[in-house]
């Protein structure tokens, strides 16, 4: 990672800690009994771990490799198009939930991801949306009992 890369870590770093700060406030409540505080306090302890990597990797320097710079050259432009396509469907899907219901478009979302972010065997993609698709049914709809959107299908 580069040097202008500390900025945005500790900006978040400050976030996390303003975040953590504010759930605490509103109160944690205990693990069996979590209390409003503890997701914002959860996630909030999340941001900052990933900000505190973000500001070790950054100032560890980075090995001078010759000849492989284009290759990495290529390999993040790569990398920064997968980032746009992930977000691009990330938008989609929010907008193809209510439309398509919430099963459709959670496995179409998965489908696309995994065909994108790490291509494998067809079947294999499949066989793991159609797990995510299920276990987030059942943690959702069965376990939860929250209504998700049935889509134009009913289902």
Known sequence: MEKSERV???FFLLISLFAC?????????????????FLPFSAGA????????????SMVPKGSRKG??????????????KLVLVCLSLFAYTIAVSWLGFILSTFLFVLFIFCVVE?????RIA???I?????NY??????????????????
Request: with cysteine; glycine share 16%; hydrophobic share 50%.
């Open 131 to 135: 797990l995510i698709t299920v276990g």
């Open 68 to 81: 492989e710079d284009s290759a990495e050259d290529a390999e993040e432009g790569l990398s920064r198009l």
């Open 46 to 57: 999340l941001i900052g771990v990933l900000a505190l990597w973000c500001l070790i990797q």
């Open 8 to 10: 945005p870590g500790v």
């Open 119 to 123: 291509p494998q065997r067809g079947w």
């Open 138 to 155: 059942i943690l959702f709809v069965v376990w939860l009992r929250v209504n998700l959107p049935k889509g134009i299908f009913g289902w």
């Open 127 to 129: 066989l793991n949306a």
């Open 21 to 37: 700060q504010q759930a605490v406030g509103i109160g944690l409540g205990s693990f069996r009994h979590p209390g409003p505080g």
